[in-house]
């Protein structure tokens, strides 16, 4: 079995006693239970693998069958948090503290801000550049930002982009090539070192972030280009208290609470923000700001709010038949009809946190004596993307968008272990037509006896 931190296996009537446990110790400290709950994760026999928020040290009495030594990170919740004490508090009138703070460790702050319409990451210095009070509504096709008058800090919950670019950018100088007498020398271009520190990153983001991981830094070969970058980033989330029309994060477990990836979290319950630190970083910081402990009723009310959110969600993504159900819909006629819809456009996959297509470019200079050799970002939905020599393998819409819909939530599975959607709803909002994975997922899934359009074509053709 893979050894995962903060993960047990019980026997079913050993629950009780993980839970009885977990009460206990939360008792002795004087802290709400709020927001506990065990997490199964697989059933093997007649035990259950479930998670333990905080990890195990949260219950020492709990004996496992299994090693539980590990290399993934720990399940963490809001109540998890406050039973081991380490959730402190942060009025939001103080919260230029932690900028203060993050700066004089020598980090670039970056946060949301208003730009051209919607919500982007940029640079920030002061809190005042966060966008405080505005409200995003989003929509299939369909965004917009209000002035809710509030003096709410994280009220906007995303804009078009995710954590992506800043581990795996846009454009990448790989390689500067040059010509000397003798022939050519290639030169690697390394990026830069550099402290980064995001906030309000959200709990979809940081689940696209820990897939993105998984592909660029985890087997034989490791992309040291996504390492350096990845290296420097410090991560503070904000949980979610509001959800947009086109979230679904809570059907597939990636949100709305952060529950892991990150350094610090934030919930903000009014004029104030329950902070959690995640990290060793994180806990250095925390205690740097030295913060008085969360009380019982702001920790509970944050755990209420955060599960709230999840609960009014009104879209959801059905995964208990994947990926065998969309590998059987490869000929259903719903592919017909999303193909007259879509517009090939790329905007799904240059939102979506996870997406990590991407080309090669040379660029040589004038002289022609030198020659930069790039990384760039492309898209599965582009001609060009599913050509090889003398033939392109998905020349039209329906196959490029058959391609991607199926990798995403079916043979990804198969090739990482886990689906590669992140509930986030950005291909949804940003899509101009409005097209919704998770309708499309429903109607394929659902069986038809009419075959596609394009298939009885080709065997007319044929025939």
């Known amino acids: ?122 640079t920030i210095q002061a809190v005042s550049d966060l966008p405080i009070g505005w409200r995003d509504h989003q929509e299939p096709g369909r965004y917009r930002l209000e002035q809710s008058g509030s003096k709410e800090l994280f009220g906007v919950v995303h804009g078009p982009q995710s954590l992506k670019p800043f581990a795996f950018t846009p454009r990448e100088p790989l390689v500067q090539i040059e010509r000397s007498k003798d022939g050519f020398t290639a030169r690697p271009t390394p990026p830069r070192q550099e402290k980064v520190a995001i906030i309000g990153a959200r709990a979809c983001d940081l689940a696209g972030l820990a897939i993105q991981d998984q592909i660029f830094l985890q087997g034989e070969y490791q992309d040291t280009y996504y390492a350096t970058r990845r290296e420097g980033l410090f991560i503070i989330a904000v949980n979610c208290t509001r959800a947009l029309q086109t979230c679904f994060c809570a059907s597939i477990d990636t949100g709305p609470c952060a529950k892991n990836g990150f350094d610090l979290a934030l919930t903000e319950v009014d004029d104030q923000l329950l902070v959690q630190a995640g990290s060793e970083a994180g806990s250095d910081l925390l205690s740097v700001l030295s913060l008085s402990p969360a009380s019982q009723e702001l920790t509970r009310e944050g755990a209420l ?86 033939k392109n393998i998905r020349p039209t819409i329906k196959d490029r968008y058959r391609m991607w819909l199926t990798h995403k939530l079916a043979s990804w599975i198969d090739q990482f272990g886990t689906s590669g959607c992140v509930g986030c709803g950005r291909c949804i909002t940003w899509c101009p037509v409005g097209i919704d994975l998770t309708e499309e997922l429903s109607v394929l899934l659902k069986p038809s006896e009419q075959r596609s359009t394009s298939s009885r074509q080709q065997e007319a053709s044929g025939r």
């Open 305 to 390: 709010r955060v599960d709230a959110c999840a609960q009014s969600q009104v879209r959801r993504l059905d995964r208990t038949r994947l990926p065998e159900a969309l590998y059987d819909a490869h000929e259903h006629p719903r592919w017909d009809d999303v193909a007259a819809r879509c517009l090939a456009c790329a905007n799904c996959t240059m939102v979506c946190p996870t997406c990590f297509c991407h080309k090669v470019e040379e660029t040589p200079d004038l002289t022609r004596q030198n020659s930069a050799h790039a990384r760039l970002w492309d898209s599965c939905f582009t001609q060009a993307h599913g050509y090889i020599h003398g």
């Open 1 to 122: 079995m893979k050894e995962m931190k903060g993960f047990v296996a019980l026997r079913d009537s050993g629950l009780g006693e993980a839970v009885a446990s977990f009460n206990s110790l939360a008792s002795q400290r004087g802290v709400c239970r709020a927001g506990f709950s065990l997490m199964t994760y697989e059933r093997i026999g007649e035990d259950l693998i479930v998670c333990l928020p905080g990890g195990s040290h949260l219950a020492p009495s709990v004996k496992s069958p299994y090693d539980v030594e590990t290399l993934v990170p720990r399940m963490r919740g809001i109540g998890a948090m406050a039973a081991a004490g380490e959730i402190g508090v942060l009025s939001r009138s103080d919260v230029q503290r932690i900028f203060d703070t993050l700066s004089s460790k020598g980090y670039r702050i970056v946060g949301p801000t208003m730009r051209d319409g919607s919500v982007m990451w940029e």
